[in-house]
């Protein structure tokens, strides 16, 4: 572990992360890892996520602003520990836990809820270090600490007051984020009680992808045009989707428009209407029928440029474009108020307590609207293509002319992106209180030595309420369906049915789906505002017991003894939209699920949420040794000193039963220069309340299907996979479209699920030679397996874990998926309709990697009287990043694809002169691959290269009362690497999308 002088400096014994006996340092058998406020206040950073997420040590968020958000919380910072997830990293405070903010829901930001902690919630202004332990936290702590234990250590009697402001901004002039914070501490009744008060408001603006359109320009990987290609998918500029159109695109009978290749070389009928060259036609914003202009295709085409695949996506053209749909960066605005208070009663009684605020709002700027289209649903489906009259009164002279001579009868349909009805915003609102009371007390154990009791309560609850959007089918058919009322008004078709829907009007009005021209009174009558809501609770009374035994001779045997009860309950209700419309006919079971009086009705195209409530409680008993057995008073040769610690928890889960985990570890010292260190360590996980109870839910979302004959030669076993699909019947030239077209899924809680358990080691040295003072470096090795992984396989994991199994098809998740029959019909033919994906005790993630981390400062007097200057770096070699869904199951490879690229490191050059201060660091990623488990003929480029970015910043103080900062983030405007963020990256290479970033702040205090 790194330390700094400031930390050093502290005076007694302190309790470290992953003990709760105290110690003189620092020193840990662990790995770890400490970021003190000074880091974090130099880098200029609005939350502790940011500060985290910028070692080499932590993978991709398990939620963050950037990206794509849940409307169930978005912006919300959950961190992943050495890439082993959000939910097997333990946040605490104060070595407490704190109330998560995760939503119970599998629409919520993680798919599978969980306790992890929004990071957000915390001022940085209040924070003293942030400990990072590898592995050994579980038995201090329990459940949930498998990859490691990150301790957010607050100040403690702070005094004086601090106001400070901060400005950011990118050089392209977006993405402004300010800030302002305070911290107010007081001694009183002679120094024996302490009051400290914080506050903090912090606003974000986020950003979409048509902000940066020299990195969004739709690229794609697709099937090559040139048949000889010895790769399968190569990139593609500018994806459209030319049967889509956010102003609509008519058809005569429900299928889509097609291209003259397509026509020719595939045998499809022309779904669209034409004009007098053949061209199938579109609407533009005015309402009136264009050309198509269908792009290039991907997949080899013919002497004549035309496609002889069928594909839904083209190169260029004018058909829908995802790009505008994308969200970047989330907008965020953040409250956060604590109080932290203690009071020495006595020379050995204290009390303390804790009272904390967060409200904090993110804004997902933009996602995919609802569709209406023939790859959605069956013509009148919800999401199917509208069925509309020709004579509807909103068709232009010219659109209505080509149709009404085209149509085949009096009705047409028609496919449409509604981005001006839906356009993904979507709000969440996380209000978090905890509060926090406590006694400790010394007195006199055996021996007369000095022992320490405590009794602690914490208290926890976290709100999140967000708010988007829905269509309510009647009311938008009821809409659509639009007549003249004889006196050349257009009106909603009179005798239309009527749905007790909560849509912001009840009033119907007539809308227009031609263009671009739908109006107000329309979208609030087809509208109505989703408010789900989820309540998460926390309770936790802690006692605890600890003090030397006896001296030894190189120290002290220490103990810790200790209960621990605990309860969790999360309560997710959808609210009334997205619960649905009552169940219509109490008779039947819709569902089958054996209650034919819970059958409720979604209102719109959204499958119905289901609402969940679930709760635990824990017994914890758990004990610590640590035992000094030889000292340098010693004067043993090469045992400078030798040092043992064990400790085990015992917890008894009311759902997943009882457990025991335990760690031993000790340190060697030869030399003063040298420590060797190791630790051996059991954890567990126990099944959160979404894996353990969630109703069956449907949902729709996308799927790689794994027999595409693009795919079926890939996978961690090619042979076997493409044996498997065509033993399955399915032709070699398959072309799946479950990657383009969301079809109905469903998953559901297990409440069988056991307790996931890992055996973890760690092996390490820590150098800090005589002849350099000031010098310091570890390098450790950490092996972590974990067993009965819980794990919510995703639609591609059930799918290939079916085909890439050597029990072929005699595996359970062959059975959890259909397709469609052959019927002839190549655009069906054989195309996945349904995947059931579900909670499983998998049978293992595996981690095997080297952390290292370096530091040096040393004084310069020839750079200035009062000059120094420091290096920190800190690095992560992964060796090994795999996961298997069971024993039959292949292995996929996680390490070294994008996010966890095997070489990552973070280095720093400080030089500091009296009230100066300045620093450059360095943040490299190593190359990193698409997909480790692909051959080298799947795609070209299969990689992405090395980069670094490059931030820089300067502040002076003066007095100890004022000081200012500037902080610039991505000094050299690098962008990440190529071909980036086709495939994916954005979250991984986000300073590359935001660009060259400035932070300019200013603090006073005294």
């Known amino acids: 572990m790194i330390t700094d002088p400031a930390v050093e400096a502290e005076d007694g014994d302190i309790v470290v992360t992953g003990s709760r006996i105290a110690r003189p340092n620092f020193d840990t058998v662990e790995p770890a ?65 704190f109330v998560g903010s995760n939503t119970a829901s599998i629409f919520g930001p993680t798919g599978q809820g969980g306790n992890q902690v929004d990071l957000n919630v915390i001022n940085t202004k209040l924070v003293e270090r942030v400990e990072t332990i590898v592995i050994g936290g579980a038995p201090i702590y329990g459940s949930d600490a498998i990859a490691g234990t990150v301790n957010v250590i607050l100040k403690r009697d702070y005094e004086g007051l601090e106001l400070d402001g901060q400005y950011g901004i990118a050089e392209r002039g977006d993405g402004a984020n300010y800030r302002f914070r305070g911290i107010v501490g007081k001694n009183f009744a002679d120094g024996r009680g302490n009051i400290t008060i914080s506050g903090e408001y912090n606003r974000g603006e986020g950003l979409v992808a048509t902000q940066r359109p020299d990195l969004y320009t739709g690229g794609f990987f697709g099937a090559p045009n040139d048949p000889d290609s010895p790769f399968d998918n190569v990139i593609f500029d500018d994806r459209r989707i030319p049967t889509l159109s956010e102003f609509g695109v008519p058809t005569v009978f429900d299928f889509i428009p097609v291209s003259p290749g397509q026509a020719a070389n595939l045998g499809f009928p022309q779904g669209g209407f034409v004009d007098d060259q053949g061209r199938a036609l579109r609407f533009d914003a005015a309402g009136n029928l264009i050309p198509i202009d269908f792009g290039t295709s991907f997949g080899p085409l013919d002497e004549n440029g035309q496609p002889t695949t069928f594909q839904i996506d083209t190169s260029g053209g004018n058909g829908f474009s995802l790009v505008p749909t994308t969200n970047l960066l989330t907008d965020t605005e953040r409250y956060n108020g604590n109080m932290l208070a203690s009071f020495q009663v006595t020379d050995a009684i204290r009390v303390f307590g804790e009272a904390w605020y967060s409200r904090s709002t993110g804004v997902n700027l933009r996602d995919q609207p609802e569709y209406n289209s023939y790859f959605f649903g069956y013509a009148g489906d919800p999401a199917g293509a509208v069925i509309l009259s020709t004579d509807n009164p909103f068709l232009t002279p010219q659109a209505r002319a080509i149709i009404q001579a085209q149509a085949d009868g009096d009705t047409f349909f028609l496919n449409r992106a509604n981005t001006d ?24 154990g055996i021996g007369g030595r000095e022992w320490t009791a405590e009794l602690v309560g914490n208290y926890g609850r976290s709100e999140t309420n967000s708010e988007g959007r829905l269509l309510v089918t009647q009311n938008f058919l009821n809409a659509v369906d639009a007549v003249e009322d004889g006196n050349g008004n257009i009106i909603c078709r009179p005798g239309a049915p009527t749905v007790n829907a909560p849509t912001i009007s009840t009033t119907c009005a007539p809308l227009n789906l031609f263009g671009a021209q739908t109006s107000q009174a329309a979208r609030d009558y087809i509208t109505a505002i989703t408010r789900p809501s989820s309540i998460n609770k926390q309770k936790i009374v802690t006692a605890s017991i600890t003090g030397p035994l006896f001296a030894l001779p190189g120290g002290d045997l220490s103990f810790a003894l200790g209960y621990e009860h605990r309860e969790e309950s999360q309560d997710f209700d959808p609210g009334e939209v997205l619960r649905g419309a009552p169940d219509p006919d109490p008779t039947d079971d819709a569902d089958g699920d054996g209650d034919p009086t819970n059958d409720r009705v979604a209102y719109g195209q959204s499958v119905l949420y289901q609402p969940l409530f679930g709760e635990y409680n824990t017994d914890e008993v758990f004990g610590e040794l640590r035992a000094g057995l030889i000292g340098p008073s010693n004067d043993i ?82 042979t076997v996979r493409a044996a498997n699909c065509a033993a399955a019947g399915i032709p070699e030239d398959f072309e799946a479209q479950s990657d383009n077209a969301s079809f109905l899924q469903a998953v559901a809680g297990n409440p069988n699920l056991k307790n996931e358990k890992s055996d973890a080691f760690t092996v390490g040295v820590v150098l800090r030679p005589r002849f350099l003072p000031g010098f310091s470096a570890t390098v450790d090795y950490v092996d972590i397996t974990v067993k009965d992984v819980i794990t919510e396989l995703t639609s591609d994991d ?104 095997r070489h990552q490191a973070t280095a720093s050059l400080n030089y500091n002169n009296g009230g100066f201060d300045s620093y450059v660091q360095v943040n490299y990623t190593g190359p990193a691959q698409f997909d480790p488990d692909t051959t080298a003929t799947f795609q070209t480029p299969a990689s992405v290269e090395d980069i670094a ?34 495939g994916g990256g954005t979250i991984s290479y986000f300073p590359g999308v935001l660009g060259r970033y400035f932070r300019l702040g200013a603090s006073f205090g005294f």
Do not use: M
């Open 637 to 718: 040769p090469f045992v400078r000193s030798l040092e043992i610690q064990g400790a085990a928890r015992y917890v008894d889960h009311s759902v997943a039963g009882g457990d025991l985990t335990w760690t031993a570890g000790g340190s060697w010292q030869p030399i003063s220069d040298i420590t060797i260190r190791g630790n051996f360590t059991r954890a567990i996980r126990s099944p959160f309340i979404t894996e353990a109870f969630n109703p069956s839910s449907s949902f729709f979302d996308f799927a790689n299907d794994p027999c595409d004959r693009t795919l079926r030669d890939e996978g961690p076993n090619p």
């Open 33 to 97: 890892v400490v970021i003190n406020s000074e880091q974090i206040e130099a880098r200029g950073f609005e939350t502790l996520g940011q500060a985290l997420n910028e070692l080499p040590a932590f993978g991709l968020p398990g939620s963050s602003p950037v990206g794509g958000q849940s409307e169930l919380g978005p912006g919300q910072s959950f961190v992943n520990f050495l890439g082993l997830g959000s939910e097997r990293t333990l946040t605490l405070v104060n070595g407490r836990r």
């Open 798 to 901: 059930i799918v290939a874990n079916c085909y890439d199994a050597t029990d072929y098809p005699n595996n359970e998740f062959c059975e959890r998926f259909e397709r469609n029959p052959v019927v002839g019909n190549p655009a069906l033919d054989n195309q996945l309709n349904f995947i059931e994906t579900g909670y499983f005790n998998g049978a293992a993630l595996e981690y095997k990697g080297i952390l290292a981390e370096v530091a040096y400062r040393t004084r310069t007097p020839f750079l200035g009287a009062d000059s120094s200057i420091g290096l920190n770096g800190s690095y992560q070699y992964i060796d090994t990043l795999t996961s298997q869904a069971n024993e039959n199951s292949a292995q996929v490879t996680t390490g070294g694809s994008i996010g966890y690229s």
């Open 949 to 982: 970015f490059v931030n820089a910043g300067i502040s002076y103080q003066i007095e100890k009362k004022f000081s200012v900062r500037l902080v610039v983030d991505n000094l050299f405007d690098r962008e990440p690497p190529f071909p980036v963020p086709v």
């Open 421 to 444: 009805l839906i356009s993904g915003q979507a709000r969440g609102k996380v209000e978090v209180q905890r509060y926090v009371a406590g006694i400790d007390a010394r007195f006199a």
